[in-house]
């Protein structure tokens, strides 16, 4: 008898997409599948993070309509994602394509990029075609045990700018399941700007890839906040793929109690005359864990390339953990590349300085950290994504 | 004015030949090639082994069968055939010499060819040396002088045969047989090695040194080092090779553990030239090396390495910060040149309280090269107060070599503070011009930037190995450095 793998286990608990996927795609996912099973410690990428907890989960598809939902932008044009699927009955907005004739069969060479074409529940394309900027915001609202599997694929054409804010926000108590593949396409001349704010349900298993493709002159920032969540995994791959490129990556994380935080991100620069920074700080509370594991690939010939990376972490309490991998891989000589990662406490001296000033010890240590995760915030030019960020730290120190 | 440009430094990197290689012809010993049960009891009948150890030969290699060869570093080699390598070769005069005057004298020759004539060791730095040429050791200086102080200091088998108990208290005990791949295979087929025992209380006068050489070609060499440093003792031990040119690959197995006891103090000091291959890449010497240390409380480890040789390294001298208040210490330049790969680095694993670590690693690649750094600090829950710095440079010399930082970070404490960071550059023009204006020529000045970029691991080096280390870096990178 044939064992069933860990995959096959969910697969029977979720039900499979409505939307028209393509036969080559589809076989593609299948065959993956096929021979695929959960990660596990011995493979490198996933050594620090078991997702065997996704099969603890069950799963129900009431279709719930939110009244309100909390936007972060003012200005931006809004499409709302309840409980996985479009909200129906939207305003249409230019550049934005939610019903196929057929999906786009781009996919990845990755399990849960799979899963996520076979059991798809929503596929947006966005189209940022302007010089003048303009700026969309997803929310993806989301309550109960549902499922989140998105496809949403970007494309920011010659000489546009665009901003996009995903703003993933689940009620407080709720177990999803969220497997989110983005494909982005930065073209000549563009500029992108990327803000994902995760702030999902304390049982929630978040697991979200994002390949990003760089063609030259162009410019891309990606700021990822991963507030809350039982499990939250980023995967970041960008492909810088022509010169004079700039790619700016920032991420903080706010962890407690049972959350597990993975952040894998990888730049690698194929083309001479580019210019990468990446900025990732956290701090970490109760049996928290977080992972990081950065990586810079500069090819042969790809001379002339700036990158620098960086990861901090605070650990506040006895049992918590942190896993730091900040990696370079360097096949070029002229190149001025460097990483550097800190794990530490908050500084005994300044708490002590604050606390003879009359703050109490609680207000000290979170006036520190907020200074602490502010370096990242600083990075955010969104006046209104900082603020959100920011109250959000706020809460996650008073609960 | 004559330019000396990068490519030409490139080009006469390229053509650098290896300077030490040449073979001893002194007639060596050998069993059959191979490996089975029946080797392994005769190596050990060979050298008159106590019966626990044949056993805990055979029980290697009982787990050694059943491992698998790892492939998760970052280099490129053909695996080596386990069953076409000669596991034990000694010279075979098997009378031990008398006198230094009884020496044979084209072994005395080969020392002096590598610069370390007993005699001038003897007479100018009161360096004992313990001379490892093909696993038997030959001759061992200030032996007498040592053991007034109760320091035992010899070679591996000798101490099996003098101080059993000692030997299988420690053996074993830092890198367990069940350790990795290598591990297994060198306590299987080990042959010979150094045995040192600093006893309580006793600060070791002078440095301790071993030269190994492989020689009989298709000789694969398994060493094993002990270093025992009892309460509050203190020992310096410096190890350096050099490998005559061979076309076949030389698997280099060796293992070492160091013991620091309470407030012991242990330096270890490495320069590694094994030959590294022709400009071609066809052959050299494969050294994966299992190097480990356990401190107990206020002991201290350090751990420095000079790097020059070798097709391809992996090795990763490592500290247990068992003890409270406990400290480690890496050290290391890693040169590759031509198509030499390094997969080299340092573990530090933090268990007792305050207790503090320092890594500081340099890289230089030149030719084809490939030069990796992989670290990894843990932090275990109970090490409060723990402290690591780590500071892992890279330089460049082509645009065709790599360089690579793998560093891991793991903490599980949160008072502990962890530090690390990298840098990857060549040699800066701004740098260079400053020298040049000032009227020093570019090859003196690259040479002169080079080794202010090792400085801070050259100066942990004791003195008369700082001037081979030196020079080791001359010859790798000789037409930079002057």
């Known amino acids: 008898m044939l064992t069933q793998s860990k995959f096959d286990i969910l697969r029977e608990k979720l039900s499979p997409s409505i939307l028209p996927i393509s036969n080559e795609a589809r076989e593609k996912a299948e065959a993956i599948l096929e021979t695929a099973d ?70 990845a060479d990755d399990a849960f990029d799979a899963l996520n074409i076979l059991y798809c529940t929503a596929a947006i394309e966005i189209e940022f075609d302007s010089k003048i900027h303009r700026e969309i915001e997803l929310i993806f609202i989301n309550n109960d045990n549902s499922v989140l599997f998105p496809r949403i694929f970007v494309k920011c054409n010659k000489e546009s700018k665009g901003t996009l804010i995903l703003n993933f926000q689940g009620s407080e108590e709720s177990s999803c399941f969220t497997n989110v593949s ?47 969540g039982r499990l939250t995994r980023n995967e ?18 706010t962890l407690k109690g049972k959350s ?94 604050l606390r003879s000033r009359g703050l109490s010890e609680k207000a000290a240590k979170e006036l520190l950290v907020k200074a602490f995760l502010g370096e990242v915030l600083e990075e955010v030019e969104h006046a209104e994504v900082r603020s959100y960020v920011e109250n959000q730290i706020e809460k996650h120190f008073s609960a | 004015m004559a330019q000396y440009t990068e490519n030409e430094l490139a080009k006469d990197l390229d053509n650098q030949d290896y300077k030490f290689g040449f073979v001893t012809d002194v007639e060596t010993e050998k069993v059959p090639k191979g490996l089975n049960e029946e080797i392994i009891r005769l190596i050990s009948a060979k050298k008159n082994e106590p019966e626990w150890l044949l056993d805990y030969r055979l029980k290697s290699f009982s787990i050694w069968q059943k491992m698998t060869e790892p492939n ?44 370390i004539s007993l005699e001038e060791q003897k007479r100018l730095t009161g360096v004992a040396v ?68 600093i006893p309580k209380g006793v600060r070791c006068p002078m440095e301790l040194s071993t030269y190994f050489r492989i020689n009989a070609g298709g000789t694969g060499q398994f060493e094993r080092t002990l270093v025992v440093a009892d309460e509050g003792s203190y020992v310096s031990y410096l190890e350096g090779c050099t490998a005559p040119q061979r076309d076949e690959n030389q698997l280099h197995a060796a293992v070492v553990e160091l013991k620091a006891m309470k407030d012991a103090e242990i330096k270890y000091s490495t320069v590694q030239n094994w030959y590294p291959g022709d400009e071609n890449g066809v052959g050299g010497v494969f050294n994966f090396v299992t190097k480990r240390g356990i401190c107990e409380t206020n002991a201290k480890i350090s751990w420095t390495q000079v790097e020059t040789g070798s097709a391809v390294t992996w090795k990763y001298p490592s500290c247990i910060l068992k003890g409270d208040g406990s400290v480690g210490e890496f050290y290391s330049v890693a040169v590759t040149n031509n198509h030499q790969q390094a997969d080299t680095g340092t573990k530090m694993i933090h268990l007792g309280k305050r207790t503090k670590s320092t890594i500081i690693s340099k890289g230089i690649s030149a030719g084809d090269s490939e030069n990796s750094y992989r670290g990894l600090v843990q932090i275990q ?21 790599g360089a690579h930082t793998f560093p891991y970070i793991e903490c599980k404490n949160p008072s502990a503070q962890i530090e690390h960071e990298a840098t990857t550059s060549k040699i800066g023009e701004d740098q260079l011009f400053y020298c040049m204006q000032r009227g020093i020529s570019e090859e003196k000045a690259i040479s002169l930037i080079v080794n202010g970029y090792c400085k801070e691991v050259l100066n942990q080096l004791p003195m008369e190995f700082a001037v081979e280390a030196q020079k080791l870096l001359a010859i790798s990178l000789e037409g930079s450095v002057g």
């Open chain 2, 72 to 115: 998760w570093a970052h280099v490129k080699y053909e695996k080596p055939d386990f069953q076409n390598i000669t596991y034990y070769a000694a010279p075979k005069q098997t009378k031990k010499y008398e006198s230094w005057e009884d020496v044979d004298p084209e072994m005395k020759e080969t020392m002096s060819k590598l610069g």
């Open chain 1, 260 to 353: 597990h935080c993975d952040n894998h991100t990888t730049v690698d620069h194929k083309v001479a005359h580019c210019f990468s920074k990446e900025l990732y700080k956290g701090v970490i509370d109760d049996t928290a864990t977080n992972v990081f594991n950065g990586k810079v690939f500069v090819r042969k010939d790809a001379q002339k390339i700036n990158a620098f990376q960086s990861n901090a972490n605070i650990l506040l309490s006895e049992t918590g953990s942190v896993n730091s991998k900040p990696e370079l891989e360097i096949y070029a000589d002229d190149v001025k590349c460097s990483h550097g990662s800190t794990t530490g406490q908050l500084d005994e001296e300044a708490v002590f300085y």
């Open chain 1, 236 to 253: 970041l791959n960008i492909l810088v793929n022509g010169s004079n490129c700039e790619t700016f990556m920032n991420g903080a994380y």
């Open chain 2, 381 to 401: 829950k109970n090490a409060h107060g723990a402290r690591n710095f780590s500071q892992c440079d890279s330089l460049l010399m082509t645009d065709h070599c």
């Open chain 2, 130 to 197: 313990d001379f490892v040429m093909d696993s038997v050791s030959v001759a061992t200086s200030f032996k007498s002088k040592l053991k007034e102080l109760g320091i035992i200091f010899c070679s591996f088998s000798d101490a099996v045969q003098e101080y059993p108990e000692l030997v299988r208290e420690h053996m074993g005990t830092v890198v367990p047989n069940t350790d990795n791949f290598y591990a297994a295979l060198n306590a299987a087929v080990f042959t010979d090695g150094s045995f040192c025992y």
């Open chain 1, 38 to 107: 959960f990660p596990t410690r011995r493979n490198e990428r996933w050594k620090y993070t078991s997702v065997n907890g996704i099969n603890k989960l069950t799963f129900d598809e009431s279709i719930d309509d939110f009244d309100s939902f909390n936007p972060i932008s003012a200005n931006a044009e809004k499409l709302i994602i309840s409980n996985g699927f479009i909200k129906k009955d939207q305003k249409q907005i230019k550049g934005v394509k939610t019903s196929w004739d057929e999906l786009p069969t781009k996919s």
């Open chain 1, 182 to 228: 983005t494909y982005i396409d930065v073209e000549e001349n563009s500029h992108l700007n990327v803000h994902k704010i995760q702030k999902n349900g304390i049982g929630t298993f978040d697991l979200q890839r994002e390949y990003v493709n760089q063609a030259k002159n162009s410019s891309f920032s990606i700021n990822t906040f991963s507030l809350s």
